[in-house]
T-cell receptor, first 114, second 110 residues
């Protein structure tokens, strides 16, 4: 069974640009969550989607957005990039999320903003 | 903001020794989970303990949970070089997200 796939794995952008990150969950998993990981702030929750509906959103500015498609694949977008957006962006999937069970994480997309 | 705080921040042990790390959290939880992360990689789920459980074992892992003190501990017995990683506790408060602690970096020396 294929794991969670995130693309691209590495990317470099400049300030002011925008970026779109993609996440394909494990087959059969309908919940997708996104986390930002930085040395200073640790792992911060961005958003969670289930059946194309955002059920929770973290404390991030509106420049951070996401969506989920009918096949459960998800994308997140960051517009008007800032230096502080440099981070490892992690996607995780689970079968459902009434109460959170085990999350399966991808390897992450490492974004560097210059 | 992070729900959990982990202690110690870093731990260095000899192969074969036990490693213990602690996690404290602030709000009521549905369950608490522990994850491992090898340098720059994704997180791997280790174990989940529900709020009505006090102790759980999985292989060389032992997790305890004290909801009255809002704390948990993870014990790794007979450590191996492959256990070198960062370990995170994460709490689920039934709000469709996990809140992670800052993590404990464990180095196992051969």
């Amino acid at each position: 069974k294929a794991g969670v796939t995130q693309t691209p794995r590495y990317l470099i952008k400049t300030r002011g640009q925008q970026v779109t990150l993609s996440c394909s969950p494990i087959s059969g998993h309908r919940s997708v969550s996104w986390y930002q990981q930085t040395p200073g702030q640790g792992l911060q929750f961005l958003f969670e989607y289930f059946s194309e509906t955002q059920r929770n959103k973290g404390n991030f500015p509106g420049r951070f957005s996401g969506r989920q498609f009918s096949n459960s694949r998800s994308e997140m977008n960051v517009s008007t990039l800032e230096l502080g957006d440099s981070a490892l962006y992690l996607c995780a999937s689970s079968r459902d999320r009434g109460s959170t069970g085990e999350l399966f994480f991808g390897e992450g997309s490492r974004l560097t903003v210059l | 903001s992070q729900q959990g705080e982990e202690d110690p921040q870093a731990l260095s042990i000899q192969e074969g020794e036990n490693a213990t790390m602690n996690c404290s959290y602030k709000t009521s939880i549905n369950n608490l989970q522990w994850y491992r992360q090898n340098s720059g990689r994704g997180l791997v789920h280790l174990i989940l303990i529900r709020s009505n459980e006090r102790e759980k074992h999985s292989g060389r892992l032992r997790v305890t949970l004290d909801t009255s003190k809002k704390s948990s501990s993870l014990l790794i017995t007979a450590s191996r070089a492959a256990d070198t990683a960062s370990y995170f506790c994460a709490t689920d408060s039934n709000d469709y997200k996990l809140s992670f602690g800052a993590g404990t970096t464990v180095t196992v020396r051969a």
